[in-house]
């Protein structure tokens, strides 16, 4: 099950923490404010930072409200007084430029994405079984200009509509600038409770499908935070409060979206490390697996 929980990841990370590192006063962690704003992100972090007392004490703090790309040049420049931790899909220049915590802090369930859309064009997706049907059709899709999911849709030739600014994506599906928001499984219903969601609905037919890992990243030399995440993920896997997690915060959406009645269009993400994109072709091999797990252990 913790297996199954973490995507299958052989996780051998062991530490020692000096007691030197305790510190006699909280730490501040701050953290994006997309990810502060998501419960299920912020709950995560601070389980990790719950499993870790050795480093002593913490708080959480949200971020200034700057874009992705500004919150992960801002890491990359260690200018750790605006923000020290960011939750985003992966790329190779990610990986390279940031410290790295290779956990897939969804179990894989990013690179599920359905499509938010206006309740008038529901009829623009019927019919849709494949992705010449869906460039056929001219579906244009929406997402953030940083995100790395917009080459992974360009590269499977979908035109694809960008904004630097989440918030302005809704007001421009409203607009009719495209036809699909396409969000994650683990976002959507987050998304939904957005007053700027207001009257968008989810397509019920379609699951786009790619490797996406989503990891927690921080500044390159902020070693003291990325090990203390990992070691708190790690142990939160080993314990079974991971695999808690996931059904908490994800389970709800597996089992409202239908996920396993959808017509899945896989894509090919071309843009992977070695290492995550093992880690996100296990994640859509076990995807049944994932749904059962998710979805037979609801209280």
């Not at 786009?208 to 030399?221: D, E, G, K, W």
Request: net charge negative; with cysteine.
């Amino acid at each position: 099950m913790l297996q199954s929980a973490a995507c299958g990841l052989s996780l051998s990370l062991v530490l020692t923490v000096s007691p030197a590192l305790a510190q006699s006063s909280p730490h501040d962690y701050t953290l994006w404010y997309r990810n502060y704003d998501n419960p299920a992100i912020k709950a995560l972090v601070e389980l990790a930072l719950e499993k870790t007392p050795e480093y002593g004490a913490f708080t959480l703090s949200r971020s200034e409200e700057v874009t992705q790309g500004r919150a992960l040049r801002e890491l990359a420049a260690n200018r750790s007084q605006v923000l020290d931790i960011a939750n985003v899909a992966t790329n190779p220049a990610r990986e390279r430029s940031l410290n790295t915590i290779p956990i897939p802090i969804d179990g894989g369930l990013l690179g599920f994405r359905v499509c938010l859309v206006l309740p008038e064009n529901l009829p623009l997706f019927d019919d849709i079984s494949n992705l010449e049907d869906l460039r056929r059709k001219g579906i244009r899709i929406g997402q953030g200009a940083h995100w790395p999911d917009t080459p992974v849709l360009r590269a499977s030739g979908i035109e694809v509509i960008t904004n630097t600014s989440y918030e302005l994506l809704f007001g421009m599906l409203k607009g009719k600038r495209f036809e699909c928001f396409a969000r994650g499984v683990n976002e959507v219903l987050f998304d939904l409770e957005r007053r700027e969601a207001l009257g968008l609905v989810i397509e019920p037919g379609l699951l786009l499908a790619y490797p996406m890992p989503s990891y927690l990243f921080t500044a390159p030399r902020d070693h003291e935070t990325a090990q203390r995440l990992e070691l708190g993920l790690e142990r939160s896997i080993e314990d079974g409060s991971f695999a808690h997690f996931l059904k908490n915060w994800y389970g709800l959406a597996v089992r409202e979206l239908q996920l396993d009645e959808r017509t899945m269009i896989l894509l090919q993400n071309p843009d992977l490390s070695e290492e995550s994109r093992d880690i996100g072709r296990r994640a859509l091999e076990s995807l049944d697996r994932r749904i059962r797990h998710l979805e037979d252990q609801q209280p």
